[in-house]
C-alpha cells in the first residue's frame, strides 16, 4: 500500500468498519434505509496526493491552485474539510458560490467558470476579486464593461476548447468539435480573435481550457494541456511579454470504477503532463487545477437496506431503497455508468457465500429503476445491506427527487479507537415537512383561485 492509499486496500477495510458500525449506531436500518457514507481519511489522502503530484513536477516556488470543482460534491463541510488540506473552489453557479463562501472559501481560493454567467453574477464576482474565466466573446463584452466601470482585483481569462476529441462517454466530453464550452479552437478565426482579445486587454492574465472528464484517456487530455499551454506561449510572443501568467488546465481525470485502486494518478496525471508540456512546469506560469471526481469518488459509499427480496420470471430481485433518486446517471445511462455493489447482511457485515446473478433495484415506481442487473452477489435477502460503491462524486450529493423521495443523511466517518467508527452528521436527512415545502405547500391554493375570464 502508498502512503497515499491508493492500491485501495486500506480504503475497503474502512468501509466495510463503517457499514457496520452505521447499522450498530442505528444510522441505518429499519427507519433509516439508506445513507451516504463520506471516508474523511480517504478523502485527506486523496487532497495530499494531489497536492505532491503538482508540487513533484512544478519548479520551486511556482503558485499553484488546486481549486475543487463544486458541482462534484456539492456539500459544505467537505468543502472545508478540502480547504484545511489546501484545496479552494471552482464554482458554476450563484449557488456554489454561495457554498464555497459558506465553507469559508476566500475569493483567491475561488474561480467562476460558468458557461452562462449573468451580468449580476459577473458583477458579484468582480466585485468580490474572485477568477473568472469568460466562456466567449458576447461574455468578454459584458467583462469589458465592468471593467472600465470598476476596479477589480479578479484574475481574468478566456476558456479555450482546443477540440482534441472526445471520449467513450458522450454526455460529458468537453472538447469535441461542437462542445458548447470555450471558445472553439480550431474553427476559422478563432485563434485569431483570441490573439486580438490578449493583445487589446493587457488585464486579461488567464488562459483555460477543461478537456478532461470520465471517459476520456489520459493522452487525450494532456494534449488539450499541451495545446492550451502552445497558445499562451503564442500570445506571450506575439505581446512582447509574459501577459499569460497563469494557466488554468481545468480537471477531469477519469476515475476507476472497476475495484479500489486508484487509477490513473494524480502523480501519473502529472508526469504525463510534464512529457507533454515541460515548459508549463518552469516556473514561468502560475498553475490552477478543477479536479472533481477524481478527489471524492472513491470516497463516497451509498448504503441501502433490503425491503424486499423477491424472484421474477426467474431472476433474484433485492428491492433496496437506493435507485435513480441517488444514483440517477447508473439508473438512465447504465452502460456508461456501472457501479460496484458490495453485500452486507443486516448486521452490516460482509457477505459471503455463493454468487447469485441478481438485479439490484431501486424504490423509484417504473422499472428501470435499477443500481444494478443481473449482478452475481452473495444473494440479497430482506434486512440485509446492498452497497453503491465509488460514490462519492456526482451520485448522493446529486439527489433526483423522483416520487419525492427524501434525500438520504450523509455522515462522514473516520476509524476510532480499538475498531469503532466515529461519525459526524454532513447533511441531515430530509424531512417530510420539507418535502412539502419544497413542492409549493405554501401555495396549496395557488392554482384552484386562478380563473380565466369567463371560466366560472
Ligand atoms: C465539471 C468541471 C470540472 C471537474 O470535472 P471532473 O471530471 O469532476 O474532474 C472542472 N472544471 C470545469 C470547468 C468543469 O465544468
Known amino acids: ?203 486579461l492574465s488567464r488562459l483555460h481550457a477543461h478537456t478532461g472528464s470520465q471517459g476520456i484517456p489520459l493522452p487525450l487530455m494532456a494534449q488539450g494541456v499541451a495545446e492550451t499551454y502552445a497558445l499562451a506561449e503564442e500570445i506571450n510572443r506575439r505581446i512582447g511579454r509574459p501577459q499569460i501568467d497563469t494557466i488554468d488546465i481545468g480537471g477531469g481525470l477519469p476515475v476507476n470504477f472497476a475495484s479500489d485502486v486508484t487509477a490513473p494518478t494524480y502523480a501519473e496525471y502529472a508526469r504525463a503532463l510534464r512529457e507533454a508540456a515541460p515548459g508549463l512546469f518552469d516556473g514561468r506560469y502560475g498553475l490552477v487545477t478543477e479536479f472533481g471526481r477524481s478527489l471524492l469518488a472513491k470516497h463516497g459509499t451509498i448504503v441501502a437496506r433490503v425491503e424486499y427480496a423477491k424472484s421474477a420470471g426467474g431472476r433474484a430481485v433485492a428491492v433496496t431503497h437506493a435507485g435513480v433518486q441517488v444514483a440517477t446517471r447508473t439508473v438512465y445511462v447504465p452502460g456508461s455508468w456501472p457501479l460496484r455493489i458490495t453485500a452486507y447482511d443486516g448486521k452490516g457485515r460482509p457477505k459471503s457465500g455463493p454468487e447469485v446473478v441478481q438485479d439490484v433495484a431501486g424504490p423509484a415506481c417504473f422499472a428501470g429503476d435499477l443500481l444494478a442487473e443481473g449482478r452475481a452477489l452473495p444473494l440479497l435477502d430482506q434486512g440485509d445491506y446492498a452497497a453503491a460503491l465509488d460514490t462519492g462524486a456526482y451520485y448522493f450529493a446529486h439527489h433526483y427527487a423522483y416520487n419525492s423521495l427524501a434525500r438520504p443523511g450523509i455522515y462522514g466517518f473516520v476509524p476510532a479507537h480499538a475498531g469503532g467508527v466515529r461519525f459526524a452528521t454532513v447533511r441531515d436527512p430530509q424531512t417530510l415537512s420539507s418535502i412539502v415545502a419544497e413542492s409549493g405547500g405554501a401555495h396549496a391554493g395557488a392554482l384552484t383561485t386562478l380563473h380565466a375570464p369567463g371560466s366560472r
Do not use: C
Not at 30 to 46: A, F, K, Y
Not at 139 to 144: A, K, M, P, T, Y
Open 1 to 203: 500500500m502508498d502512503e497515499y492509499g491508493n492500491s485501495g486496500e486500506g480504503r475497503a477495510t474502512r468501509r466495510d468498519e463503517a457499514v457496520r458500525a452505521a447499522v450498530e449506531q442505528g444510522l441505518l436500518g429499519p427507519d433509516s434505509p439508506i445513507v451516504g457514507l463520506l471516508d474523511v481519511t480517504g478523502i485527506r489522502e486523496s487532497a495530499a496526493e494531489l497536492r505532491a503530484a503538482f508540487a513533484e513536477v512544478t519548479a520551486p516556488g511556482t503558485p499553484v491552485l488546486h481549486a475543487f470543482a463544486v458541482k462534484a460534491t456539492p456539500l459544505v463541510p467537505v468543502l472545508r474539510l478540502l480547504r484545511e488540506e489546501g484545496i479552494g473552489a471552482e464554482v458554476a453557479s450563484p449557488g456554489e458560490l454561495a457554498l464555497a463562501r459558506a465553507a469559508g472559501l476566500s475569493p483567491a481560493q475561488t474561480v467562476l467558470d460558468s458557461p452562462a454567467k449573468t451580468p449580476a453574477e459577473l458583477r458579484e464576482a468582480l466585485a468580490l476579486g474572485i477568477a473568472v474565466n469568460a466562456d466567449n466573446p458576447q461574455e468578454l463584452d459584458r467583462i469589458d464593461g465592468l471593467v472600465r466601470s470598476a476596479v477589480s482585483r479578479s484574475p481574468l481569462g478566456i476558456r479555450v476548447n482546443p477540440q482534441v476529441g472526445g471520449g467513450s462517454i458522450g454526455a460529458t466530453s468537453t472538447a469535441t468539435a461542437t462542445s458548447k464550452f470555450g471558445v472553439a479552437l480550431r474553427d476559422e478565426g478563432a485563434r485569431e480573435w483570441v490573439m486580438r482579445a490578449y493583445l487589446d486587454r493587457p488585464w
